[in-house]
């Protein structure tokens, strides 16, 4: 019950997406009455649970390398500052986008709790605010100029071109509801995935459900039950805000938007392109209401200066100020309220993460290229990423590869092996055989995540993860072994967040 308290934040995310974005997908065929609102729901709500469930870890994963919130109360409370943001710029009239908000969330929390914000992904995620709009457009009048020319070439009679219409919106609506759940889970459950107070379930030996998986399906219901309960109003008045469409150029703007939140969640596509030579794909959750509007103004650019004066372009820049504002708000909030729920309410809304450069973290630095010459040995540990990054810089320059390759390697975690931890792990769902080898490692204790890591995969291959390893195997994997270190881990630092210094590694510690 109390996990649940927590996600009611990342529900309500999920019910406000729902509840808006429904229209984004099946909005034209209701609010032309091609499609009753009943039928539209129920097609939307499946298929966007099988998007988030089947394809939802693409896109969550890119907001997790820009900040892992780790820590329940804080993943409550970033998307609470998200969805404020949300709910007070909407009733201010103000055009907003969850993605963005979201995003300006989790830099507030790596701004509150000393965490690193990854200027490379922010970068990238950044890019495809500009990026996805520019994308739908040119979806758009391609589709368009193909879609118009087979008319004119097949000339159907008016009911034919209306019943191909009709289904044409239906299987458009239908792409887009998958799509939007395999892209913007990530929105309402990405804060939640690195403190996810769920363990993998085996229901009748038949189908596993992952922690991820089980937050994706609950999100994905949210989004549902916003769908049902709020979205009729929206889809029956969608579209005129910005250009009057007719049902034909509505068609192509929905599957446009599709296309884009396709693409920028499907693994296989992104690896697909790397396998041409090219750089991958940024797997990011995209503002569909973003990519809405790039078709839109796609057509309208595409029928020349007649579209071009259709275009509201008042109330376009409305929506482009929107889109600058929103996350720096988010930030601002996201931070107020983390120092409000930790100092109000005493909840932990971060666990700090300590960082020394003991022995074996230096050997293992050496083995990877990394001159270890300039480092200098600590033997108190640095709580903080930003604080041992300034530490870092101060001893010698390394390029960010590095960087980041010292900041995984210095991470400590101090762990033992203990009977009490074997008994709690043979109640959860890891499948006795994983838990055989852990328990051959009784009495044993290491300092760094990593060490445990590897001697696991040295003591049998079910622990050992071949690089080629596809994504749901590697997924599962991690969440074993994250479960096994939340397991044997030491208690978090006391309130101050000043651990005592860990000793270095003795005999029966890992070198």
Known sequence: MGSLLFLSSGLFLGWTLGANDASNVFGSAVGSRMLRFSTAALLCSVFVILGAVTAGAGASGGLGELGAVNALAGSFTTALAAAATMTWMTRAGLPASTTQAVVGAIVGWNWFSGSITDLSQLSRIVATWVLSPLLAALFAAGLYRLVVAGIRRTRPHLLRLDANLRVGLILAGVFGSYSLGANNIGNVMGVFVPASPFRELSIAGLVRLSGEEQLFLLG??????????????????????LMTLSPLAALVVVVANALVLFVFSSQQLSAFVVALGLPP?????????????????GIGLLQGARGVRQIRWGVLGRIASGWLTTPVIAALVSFVLLFVVQNVFGQQVYRPVAYQLSPP?????????????????????????????????RQARFGPEREALVLEIAEIRPLQIHPEGLRALDATALPPAYRQVVAALEGRSFLHPWQLADVLARQSPLWSLPSAAPAPAARRHQERLALVIDTFAAADPAPDHQPAAPSLPSRQQEG
């Not at 989004?223 to 008045?237: E, P, W």
């Not at 794909?281 to 103004?297: D, E, K, N, R, T």
């Open 220 to 241: 994905a219901i949210a989004i549902a039950v916003g769908v049902f309960t709020y979205s009729r109003r929206v889809m029956t008045t969608v579209g005129g805000s």
């Open 361 to 393: 973290a230096l050997v293992r630095l050496a083995a990877r290229g990394v001159p270890t010459e300039a480092l200098t040995m600590d033997r108190e540990p640095v709580v903080g990423a930003v604080r041992f990054r300034d530490w870092l810089r």
């Open 281 to 297: 794909i940024p797997l990011i959750p995209v503002s569909s209401s973003q990519a809405v509007i790039g078709a839109v103004l």
